[in-house]
């Protein structure tokens, strides 16, 4: 028999047990539509958490020091932006203030003492005025740039250079308006006030250096920036994670690492449902090769072949499983707005996630049907004409 | 060349320690165009000489020659394809697939073949027209009588034009009327040109063919033909 007129005749037998085919492939769409959903919350809140990281510079270092003894001085980095792969560099220190503007005033709001080439490092943009420079630094000067979300709020205005702004009751004086930087999950970008750094320190009563940002001169050699930050630093503490250097790169990778776990995991779960409606496939058409005995009988004698009637039920399996995959896959797709409030992230449901979804299904058709069919087809003609 | 030809055909089941001769040496030789009754009480061994000319099981032991081809060493696939093409099937219980209506009955033997779809709907509907059934082509079984469900059987036996008709006790399960209607259609065909085997218990009803052959305890026992003058 050609194998069209099998998926046509197999169709038509399960259009003939509809309320059957529903139930059991009510199985296949609860676990495809589980499996599609959960693995599409974690591909969604890992791509949110990328986008976030990638938003910092895909260039920048992150030096934190931890060894207590290593004692670095603003020269010292100056060093590290001398080695080779190494853009530029500065020194971070930062904390939370209550800022105010007369009357107007906000709470926690961070504070951040860098030096000139963090502009660089950070790529940020300005809307009027300059940024941070050195000399800043050097003379320690009451100087501020601030995010325009704190110019909003204190001024009411973007028009802030030349105007003051208090910082736990010391004055600075406004130099520069950053360009707005939008919000991420956990903070807005556009809340901050950034003041030289040797300023900072003072203010925080602060001179140990902890924390360095730095950019490699392009994505390509970001390795071999690291590893001369690395060695550079090997002076000053030779202690074990004295020091850590750490890449956009090296924390996407590690992030992706727990994503997967964890989509797996999801995945998993929810796989265990998909395994239920399986079986009940296997078991629904065990009962209906059961009940068509004489009728697989009656096949066999006017000409079917053994694989005329295996392919016969396995597309059956298939056309269930399949159809129950499409539905699942739909209902997620659908329903991922929902999902999306319940899982707190939005969620889109990715075309390779539904494509593996429903070959998926498919699998589960073949691989629970197959059982069933190899039986019908292997029951002897006689037998099977003798049932009643 | 005959059309059919058994040499010592033998059917061994073994029931536990006992084995049952269900054929027990058969020997037959059926021409083209005969019209042969094989008759003998349940349990003579004339269901397993059905399932073996009708290629539904193989011997023990033995020969069997249909159109020149030694059926008894066919594999699965190949025995299939016999069914399909040299066998038509007319069953005491009608055995139509209770889903399909009467034209979707007759078309499968057809499907089988690997016919395409327009010329197997002219074949189907050329041989229900054979057994005056063409009115009822839609109906499902369900909505026909015993005597027209069994006339859609004959047309899907029919079908695919097989060289042997094979009838197993075709009214049995009919009332006398549509039994005698059956029986006529029956021996039409035959006269016709067709070459028929009927297996029944009722002597009355193995009258009708030309040869009649007794089957007692795996053997044939006797084998008569009729004279020429019917």
């Given at each position: 028999m050609r194998i069209y007129e099998t998926v046509i005749s197999a169709f038509s037998a399960v259009w003939a047990h509809k309320v059957r085919s529903i139930l059991t492939m009510l199985g296949i769409i609860i676990g495809i539509f589980a499996v599609t959903a959960l693995i599409s919350v974690g591909q969604s809140s890992n791509a949110a958490v990328t986008e976030q990281i990638e938003g910092l510079g895909s260039n920048l270092l992150t030096i934190s020091i931890r060894d207590s003894r290593a004692n670095l001085d603003t020269d010292d980095?100056?060093?590290?932006?001398?080695?080779?792969?190494?853009?530029?560099?500065?020194?971070?220190?930062?904390?939370?203030?209550?800022?105010?503007?007369?009357?107007?005033?906000?709470?926690?709001?961070?504070?951040?003492?860098?030096?000139?080439?963090?502009?660089?490092?950070?790529?940020?943009?300005?809307?009027?005025?300059?940024?941070?420079?050195?000399?800043?630094?050097?003379?320690?000067?009451?100087?501020?740039?601030i995010g325009v979300d704190v110019a909003v709020e204190l001024y009411n205005s973007y028009d802030v250079v030349g105007e003051t702004i208090s910082i736990d009751g010391i004055k600075y004086e406004i130099v520069g308006l950053l360009e707005e930087q939008g919000d991420d999950e956990t903070e807005s970008g556009d809340e901050i006030v950034l003041i030289?750094?040797?300023?900072?320190?003072?203010?925080?009563?602060?001179?140990?250096?902890?924390?360095?940002?730095?950019?490699?001169?392009?994505?390509?050699?970001?390795?071999?920036?690291?590893?001369?930050?690395?060695?550079?630093?090997?002076?000053?503490?030779?202690?074990?994670?004295?020091?850590?250097?750490?890449?956009?790169?090296?924390?996407?990778?590690?992030?992706?690492?727990?994503?997967?776990?964890?989509?797996?995991?999801?995945?998993?779960?929810?796989?265990?449902?998909?395994?239920?409606?399986?079986?009940?496939?296997?078991?629904?058409?065990?009962?209906?090769?059961?009940?068509?005995?004489?009728?697989?009988?009656?096949?066999?004698?006017?000409?079917?072949?053994?694989?005329?009637?295996?392919?016969?039920?396995?597309?059956?399996?298939?056309?269930?499983?399949?159809i129950g995959g499409l539905i699942g896959i739909m209902l997620a797709q659908f329903g991922s707005g929902f999902v999306g409030t319940l899982a707190g992230t939005e969620v889109t449901v990715q075309s390779g996630v539904m494509l593996m979804a429903f070959a998926f299904s498919v699998v589960i058709g073949v691989g629970f049907g197959i059982y069933p069919a190899i039986k019908a087809s292997k029951l002897n003609p006689i037998d099977a004409l003798r049932y009643e | 060349m005959s059309l059919i030809e058994i040499k010592d055909m033998y059917k061994i089941y073994?029931?536990?320690?006992?084995?049952?001769?269900?054929?027990?040496?058969?020997?037959?030789?059926?021409?083209?165009?005969?019209?042969?009754?094989?008759?003998?009480?349940?349990?003579?061994?004339?269901?397993?000489?059905?399932?073996?000319?009708?290629?539904?099981?193989?011997?023990?032991?033995?020969?069997?020659?249909?159109?020149?081809?030694?059926?008894?060493?066919?594999?699965?696939?190949?025995?299939?394809?016999?069914?399909?093409?040299?066998?038509?099937?007319?069953?005491?219980?009608?055995?139509?697939?209770?889903?399909?209506?009467?034209?979707?009955?007759?078309?499968?033997?057809?499907?089988?073949?690997?016919?395409?779809?327009?010329?197997?709907?002219?074949?189907?509907?050329?041989?229900?027209?054979?057994?005056?059934?063409?009115?009822?082509?839609?109906?499902?079984?369900?909505?026909?009588?015993?005597?027209?469900?069994?006339?859609?059987?004959?047309a899907r036996a029919l079908v695919n034009n097989p060289p042997v008709l094979l009838a197993d006790e075709p009214t049995g399960n009919l009332d006398s009327k549509s039994g005698d209607e059956i029986m006529k259609m029956i021996t039409d065909l035959h006269e016709a040109g067709n070459t028929v085997i009927l297996i029944t218990h009722d002597s009355g009803i193995a009258e009708k063919a030309d040869r009649v052959l007794h089957l007692s305890d795996g053997k044939i026992v006797s084998d008569t033909r009729k004279g020429s003058g019917i």
């Open positions: 980095i100056e060093g590290i932006g001398n080695l080779s792969g190494v853009a530029a560099v500065s020194p971070y220190v930062s904390s939370t203030y209550t800022v105010k503007n007369g009357n107007n005033s906000m709470e926690d709001i961070s504070v951040a003492g860098v030096k000139a080439d963090y502009q660089d490092i950070r790529e940020y943009g300005l809307l009027s005025g300059r940024f941070i420079t050195d000399r800043d630094s050097e003379k320690r000067l009451k100087v501020a740039v030289p750094f040797v300023t900072a320190q003072r203010l925080m009563e602060n001179t140990t250096i902890s924390t360095i940002y730095a950019s490699a001169s392009s994505s390509d050699i970001v390795e071999a920036a690291v590893a001369n930050i690395e060695n550079y630093l090997l002076q000053y503490s030779s202690e074990d994670n004295g020091f850590t250097v750490t890449s956009q790169e090296s924390i996407l990778e590690s992030l992706d690492e727990v994503t997967a776990t964890q989509t797996a995991m999801l995945g998993g779960i929810a796989g265990i449902s998909l395994l239920v409606g399986g079986i009940g496939i296997m078991n629904i058409m065990l009962v209906s090769v059961m009940e068509r005995t004489r009728e697989i009988g009656v096949e066999k004698a006017i000409g079917a072949t053994r694989r005329d009637i295996l392919l016969q039920f396995l597309f059956e399996a298939i056309i269930v499983s399949g | 073994e029931m536990g320690s006992d084995k049952v001769h269900a054929l027990d040496g058969v020997n037959l030789t059926i021409e083209e165009k005969e019209f042969v009754a094989i008759i003998g009480p349940s349990g003579s061994g004339k269901s397993t000489l059905m399932n073996m000319i009708g290629c539904l099981d193989t011997p023990t032991s033995g020969k069997y020659l249909l159109d020149s081809e030694d059926i008894s060493k066919f594999s699965d696939r190949r025995l299939a394809k016999v069914r399909n093409k040299k066998i038509g099937f007319i069953f005491q219980q009608f055995n139509l697939l209770k889903k399909m209506t009467a034209l979707g009955n007759v078309e499968r033997p057809v499907l089988y073949t690997g016919c395409r779809r327009q010329e197997r709907r002219q074949q189907a509907k050329e041989a229900l027209d054979m057994v005056g059934l063409t009115d009822r082509m839609g109906h499902k079984p369900n909505e026909l009588s015993g005597g027209q469900q069994q006339r859609v059987a004959i």
